[in-house]
């Protein structure tokens, strides 16, 4: 690790020279002749993939949620940071889908487009250096996070009703249950829990307030006076859920008919990370008891980036279209996560979606994820929920920009991009004056 930049004088830098020296080395030399880029061959790719038949029809009103952060912290030493999220849920139907130019859309009309169709949600975080008034920053975080979701006026609370639908089982309402036991943020040590349809309560042990958003367990990441920057990115994931699951629930609720013509599509994989994944549990609850209610939820992930998506593009190019491979347990292991079969299954805790890759014509091909309710180590096409629905649509929202591109997550990373606007310069003139 080379020195750091200080007050006064410039950082280390790293030798270019150093690197003349590596390549002179006959060890080197000896195994880079050796090594070689890992390559598919075709008839064992073409081998993997299963023709489609196309049958169902497509879904009329496609919901997209997508969400970003930035850091921003201060140049100089101690480095302030504070963290700004924004995630945002659009909803695009095939009348105003059809009328957008796929190859070069009109910011215009995509604004105008934009401005009655998109939600938005944003908020901010201390993360290391600012002080919140009386309170550790441990606590500030945890109640940014609680009144963030709760006292969101713009979204009328709505993200934090779907929170506790999802946690109290409110979809079922003869369950009437409490959360599972999660970790006191006081004593640490407890094991804690909320009756039915609580929003705080107190630890059994200590006695301190605990909010419902503690069952997350946000504060496992965190320190008293700072916070990792992934404790934004963890939000940020779970807020896009809620989001996309606000949706779900509105319709669940009001009106299932319309509900059986969405497709609900996410930006990234269908799973939950870590300690957050006590959301996935009753997420793949309700999905099995709306398709055994017959109200399947159509829900996808797109992944665009990632080791299954560096998978795809060993895999592509010899396969037939339109065609599906749908990975096992034992091959996602061996050959995407190039480790031995062995362990839990694959996704076990942390996912509700199971991995597909898609190739619906030459040019387009893809990983998504497509829940099948209860966990399933090895699906099969007849395990995916609304799978032929879901294909009778992709090709109606596809994009002509990118290859394997989905316009709804297209123009959902747009409106929820804070990089792009009003930009990260804004920001911190904002997050820096006095
Ligand atoms: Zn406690």
Known sequence: MPFQPGRRLPGERASKIGHLEVLDNPLVQTLCRQLKDRQVDSVTSAALWDPLAISG???????????????IQNEMPPYCARAFIKTALLRLDQYALQHIDRETPHPFALRDMLKDSAMHHATVFPLRHVEVAGKTLYDAIREIIFTSLKDDVLLESQPYE?????VYHKWNPAAQ??????????????RATLPYDADTGACAECGKTMLLTDMLGFHQEMAEDSAPDTVASSYMAIHETLMLFTGIRYF???NRQILANCLFIKDGPLSIRAQYSKLVGPIRQFIEHANAAG???YIIGQEKSGTFFDHLTLIRDHAPSPACFIPDDAYIKQQIQNRPNQGAPYG????YGAKVFLKLNPYHSMVINVPTGTHRPNPTAADLIGFDRILATLPTIL???Y?????????ANGVASLSTYPSARILRMFAERP
């Open 399 to 401: 994009s002509n920009r």
């Open 162 to 166: 779907t929170l506790k639908w999802i």
């Open 348 to 351: 076990l805790d942390t996912n």
């Open 252 to 254: 669940w609720e009001g």
């Open 57 to 71: 029809g497509p879904l009329s009103i496609v919901f997209s949620v997508d969400g970003s952060y930035q850091i």
């Open 177 to 190: 249950r409490g959360l599972p036991e999660f970790e006191c943020p006081h004593c640490r040590w407890s």
């Open 295 to 297: 109200s399947p939820v």
């Open 403 to 411: 290859e394997g591109a989905l316009m709804p997550v297209e123009m």
